[in-house]
């Protein structure tokens, strides 16, 4: 029963990964047909990861309190309606209303997913569960930009539709193995707190997407990044208080993986279509080696981390993907010469980052905390995602490619500096 169990939240998670990357490739197909320009095409990608970011720490909460797979069902179903929608959707407004409809599904689901493991699986079992869930979660998201590629040669509505027969699998698994979870305890996390820290979170996205679209003086943007602001002076403390130790570490990581590798793939996409002329399937093609070497980085990780411990692991990912980032940054637009080397490295890279990032942090986290811990740390992700999208906007909307790159190596290294110090602390602590 626990490998169905593993199968279907892997599945799950697999979909979330894929839905937020495989509208990369389709992207410039898509606003050519519902007439959207590029600040608000973005929006594509942005409606979806606000949502997400912005109430994952709510979706925890009602894990911890509802059950895990209760609401494991329930998101898995409004996840493939509203699929379907987006995929019937014949204008612009719809679909962006689509997409956020998934973002929410999204937050829901995601604590489930990690909440289920953490209540299934014990000490190393539990290791090993996430160093699967995190390879198939990384391999979702670089397949999607291959899968983008190959749906958008016949239309790009196949991008959304080929969700719901998965969610109908995941919802149809949940319904046999999942819902006899262990009684929910109720959440320790003050409900006061989760909404404000869900307001902000909403608030930051948003102010920092429309930034990229509509400038820093617009008072759309000024609004609701003044009230982020306010709201991160009331929550800053506990923020940085985060317990354990690891899990504050993994969620900083989390942030700076989706600020490099994470954003690569909306930069290699506008890049290969908008500077190379290349066809989307041709897009998608040129994204293979890259989501190989994802899988193959995330199924290497869980013997990495035995051998070297969770945080030099992560260090190391961070260290080579700042590698693979820094040469796509300064080589040139020849496929074999330039692009491939770069994304052979990073694509490891991301492999190996994502799935350590998960395992450190949730290394010490109780299992009637692990779909708060793991809301925390996907918070963290998706949020920096939808900013990293919307700052990335504006030199890409130049054609300013290597700035880009540049921008995403920088937040490698910093990764690398978190995780190293998180080493360090950890063998000083042990001697």
Known sequence: MASMILAVLSAAQFLLALDYSIVYVALPVIARDLHLDLPAAQWVVSAYAVPFAGLLLLGGRLSDRLGAGRLFLAAALLFGLASLAGGLAG???LLLAARAVQGLAA???QPAILGLIG??????ARTRALS???AVGASGLAAGVVLGGLFTRYSWRWTFLVNVPVTLACAAGAAIWLLTTARPRPSTSPLGRTLLTTTAAVAAALGLTLAGARGWSDWATITPLAVAVLLGLLLIRPALGLRPASLRTGTMAAALYMASV???????????QNRDGYAP???GLAFLPLAALVTVGSSLTSGLVRRFGPARTLAGGFLFAALGLAWLAVAGSSYPTGVLPGLVVSGAAHGVIYTAMFVLGARDVPAERQSSAGATM???QYLTGAVAVALLTLPLHGGAYGTAFWLTAGAAVAGAVVALQRGQASL???Q
Not at 119 to 124: D, I, K, L, N, Y
Not at 262 to 272: A, C, D, I, N
């Open 262 to 272: 994470g954003s690569e793939f909306y930069v290699v996409t506008l890049m290969l």
């Open 428 to 430: 000083e602590a042990a």
């Open 119 to 124: 209540a299934r699986f014990q000490g190393s």
């Open 91 to 93: 204008s612009g407004a």
């Open 378 to 380: 996907t918070t963290a």
């Open 132 to 134: 699967v869930w995190g």
């Open 281 to 283: 399937l041709q897009a």
């Open 107 to 109: 937050a829901l689901l």
